[in-house]
């Protein structure tokens, strides 16, 4: 009886499209993104290379290198938080979307967009932290530009970097190369950065203790890479969250990825945080944390590799490709039963209750 | 996380399943009134795990989804204005009124926060004495307390700055309405945890009378939630209509006395627009008139705004129980989460959401 009724007389009101304004949630990382993505940017400077859809892009010289291009804006406020800043961010994020392409990070530049009346000190200080990060990855930053705004024209400081790095020989690792039988390791706990980044705009209004993720991953891909030069994929889950990132694979792939829930690491505070406000950990933004898609046949040797690094000695196995449905990304809950795992769908809000 | 993941246990579960799977002995159809009973039923699949005589119909109690169109415009409306901070529960931002929603007036320049608590909102109006701050008070009878208390502590703290645009619904007038409904097909309620805990469950024996069906009062985890529907099966198999508490270690009969007075202190029962049903009558509760000065409607003079909604998605039939997600030619097509034609889609304890979520 119902099935007769249900076409009948339905009309729905007209979505709201957003396609007028540009809204917060189209910087989300998640769908809004892609949908932009796909909407204004392809159709006019879509080429090969571009709509690959992987972190860096890869392009092949003439000389037979292949060379590998990233370009990362940071506009993260506040721009200190517990375990990184700003500038940590910017050569972080550049190294490790080189790094995903399996791609040695060297160079990287860096664009400055001050706000009038910001504090020399603190400018000193995220360049300070940049130097850092640069030392601990290995890389040189080759070429820089400054401008500076009016007073509330930017939140403070922004940063956008490029990196550039070279692709070893024999190596191939795309977000469309995941197959059916591979399996899918994780390098360490999730969530850590979104957390950490929500608890300094003093949104929880009490203290987890959770410091931020961000790292350079270019020396354990490296070490990974030692071990096995046979990685089909691998990718940072950052904006967007885990699940953000697999569904992107799933649909990059053509696969289906099946993940289980009793095997995602996410430390108790973290959970915590998440229960409370109606988060999920799978969404929340990572900043050092990687997901590496392999044969099976060398899942085990290179979990130990991993597990050998200061940023993968948590790693572990989460799930396994398999063949449909196709563009799917499906979760093993803890009590066996099995649901959908979409994509950060616009901006990440807290549910009510 | 402790007391928290023991009513995630799977052996626990797997227990409670084999009693109700032993209990039942034919088909019944049992409503969750709860978004948040049915956001967890989703999230951990506990549907797939029942007899397949048990069918879970899910009701109308996501406050996101069942605010009226005409609330959502009057609160588009303020938001606009200049000199006003707009504070809202993060859900409502992405409510689709008749043209915009909170997202776009925001794009547009409005001053549009997110909050956890109301009391918050208190704080932002104490920051900025040269601006108007209102607060989106919508919600069941869970969020009521903190929202009345918002009011007194405004007016205690002589705060002219702030207001409230107030969409409060009731759960016990809802339930009574599903039920005297012509085409009711739900044979036993789980009734909200959480709402009973502060408001009790004295209403409830009258109504499982009245309409000859059980009640549970339940909680949100999956154990609680399956020894809610147990508690509830075996009611129904051996003919009884009594209101029981399966959430015991939260609810208490009478409820949280404090809290009904401070609700009681600052609202007054009136009839709500709820949207896809139409008026509920005594669904809803109001300010009172000596709260005037705290009333956004009357404040910002939006009172009078009327929005009907032009054709309805089956959204309205969707929170009666009288059709699943899957039925409507929309679901997942032209209707998802981030363009949703109609509530049940926009939050995600909404009944499309969670389908949408974890069935697509």
Same mark, same amino acid.
């Given at each position: ?5 249900? !076409? ?31 909407? $204004? ?5 879509? !080429? ?21 291009? =990233? ?27 080189? =790094? ?27 360049? &300070? =932290? ?11 930053? $080759?070429?820089?530009?400054?401008? $500076? $705004?009016?007073?509330?024209k930017a939140d403070g400081l922004y940063i956008t970097t490029t990196g550039i790095g070279i692709v070893p020989d024999n190596v191939n690792i795309r977000g469309a190369n995941a197959r059916p039988g591979d399996v899918i390791i994780l390098s360490g706990t999730i969530g850590d950065h979104g957390i950490a980044v929500l608890e300094a705009r003093n949104e929880l209004g009490f203290t ?9 991953? !270019?020396?354990?891909?490296? &070490?990974?890479?030692?071990?096995? !030069? ?44 998440? &229960? ?72 990440m809000l807290p549910r009510i209750c | 996380m402790k007391h928290l993941q023991e009513y995630r246990d799977n052996r626990l579960v797997q227990i409670v399943i084999k009693k109700i799977s032993d209990s039942v002995t034919r088909k019944w159809s049992i409503m969750e009134i709860c978004g948040g009973q049915t956001h967890s039923i989703m999230k951990y699949g506990l549907d797939q795990l ?311």
């Amino acid at each position: 009886m119902l099935e007769e009724s249900v !076409n009948e007389n339905i009309s729905c009101p007209l979505p709201i499209q957003h396609h007028d304004k540009i809204v917060l949630g189209h910087g989300s990382g998640g769908k809004l993104t892609h949908d932009l993505i796909q909407r $204004v940017f392809f159709p006019k400077l879509g !080429n090969r290379i571009l709509e690959s859809g992987d972190d860096s892009g890869i392009i092949d010289l003439d000389s037979g290198v292949k060379l590998a291009i =990233s370009v990362d804006s940071h506009v993260v406020s506040p721009l200190f938080f517990k375990g990184g800043d700003i500038g940590r961010l910017a050569v972080c994020g550049t190294v490790n979307d080189i =790094s995903m392409s399996g791609a040695t990070p060297l160079y990287f530049t860096a664009g400055f967009i001050l706000e009038e009346g910001l504090d020399h000190q603190i400018l000193t200080n995220v360049i &300070e =932290s940049m130097e850092k990060a640069a030392k601990e990855a290995g890389v040189l930053m $080759v070429a820089g530009d400054t401008k $500076v $705004v009016q007073k509330g024209k930017a939140d403070g400081l922004y940063i956008t970097t490029t990196g550039i790095g070279i692709v070893p020989d024999n190596v191939n690792i795309r977000g469309a190369n995941a197959r059916p039988g591979d399996v899918i390791i994780l390098s360490g706990t999730i969530g850590d950065h979104g957390i950490a980044v929500l608890e300094a705009r003093n949104e929880l209004g009490f203290t987890s203790g959770i410091a931020s993720d961000v790292a350079p991953l !270019n020396k354990l891909v490296s &070490e990974m890479l030692a071990e096995c !030069n046979e990685l089909h994929v691998l990718r940072d889950p950052t904006r967007g969250g885990l699940a953000t990132t697999l569904n992107e694979i799933a649909r990059q792939s053509n696969v289906c990825i099946l993940i289980e829930e009793n095997r995602i690491p996410v430390k108790p505070p973290v959970m915590a945080v998440c &229960e409370m406000l109606g988060y999920e950990p799978i969404y929340m933004a990572n900043e050092g944390k990687l997901i590496a898609i392999v044969p099976e046949k060398y899942a085990a040797k290179l979990l130990e590799t991993m597990q050998n690094n200061r940023f993968g000695s948590e790693s572990v196995i989460i799930g396994t490709i398999i063949e449909k449905p196709q563009g799917k990304v499906l979760l093993k809950t803890q009590l066996g039963t099995t649901r959908v795992i979409d994509m950060l769908s616009g901006e990440m809000l807290p549910r009510i209750c | 996380m402790k007391h928290l993941q023991e009513y995630r246990d799977n052996r626990l579960v797997q227990i409670v399943i084999k009693k109700i799977s032993d209990s039942v002995t034919r088909k019944w159809s049992i409503m969750e009134i709860c978004g948040g009973q049915t956001h967890s039923i989703m999230k951990y699949g506990l549907d797939q795990l029942l007899p397949t005589e048990i069918e879970l119909i899910h009701g109308p109690g996501c406050p996101v989804c069942v605010t009226s169109l005409e609330m959502i415009d009057k609160a588009l409306e303020i938001a606009s204005l200049p000199d006003v901070i707009f504070t809202s529960y993060g859900d409502m931002l992405r409510v689709p009124g008749s043209t915009k929603d909170l997202f776009s007036i925001r794009a547009n320049g409005g001053d549009i926060r997110v909050v956890y608590s109301p009391l918050d909102a208190i704080k932002i109006a104490q920051h900025n004495q040269d601006k108007q701050v209102v607060f989106f008070a919508i919600g069941f009878e869970t969020t009521a307390p903190a929202n009345a208390m918002s009011i007194l502590q405004a007016k205690s703290l002589g705060l002219h700055n702030f207001s409230a645009l107030v969409s409060h619904v009731r759960v016990p007038p809802a339930v009574e309405f599903l039920l005297s409904s012509p085409y009711n097909r739900i044979q036993g309620f789980l009734a909200a945890g959480h709402v009973c805990a502060v408001m009790g469950y004295w209403e409830y024996p009258a109504i499982a009378d009245k309409y000859h069906v059980p009640i549970t009062i339940t909680g949100f985890e999956p154990v609680d939630i399956l020894n809610g529907i147990l508690m509830t099966i075996q009611h129904l198999e051996t003919e009884n209509n009594e209101v029981s508490n399966a959430y015991s270690r939260v609810v208490t009969k009478e409820g949280n006395k404090p809290a009904q007075d401070m609700i009681k202190k600052v609202f007054l029962t009136i009839d709500r627009k709820w949207r896809g049903i139409g008026v509920i009558p005594s669904s809803g509760w109001g300010l009172r008139p000596e709260f005037d000065s705290y009333n956004a409607e009357m404040k910002f003079s939006v009172g009078s705004i009327q929005s009907n909604e032009s054709s309805l998605c089956i959204a309205g039939r969707i929170l009666q129980g009288l059709e699943k997600p899957f039925n409507c030619h929309a679901f997942g097509s032209q209707c998802t989460p981030e363009n949703p034609l109609g509530a049940t889609m926009v939050s995600s304890e909404g009944a499309c959401a969670a389908y949408y979520r974890y069935r697509n």
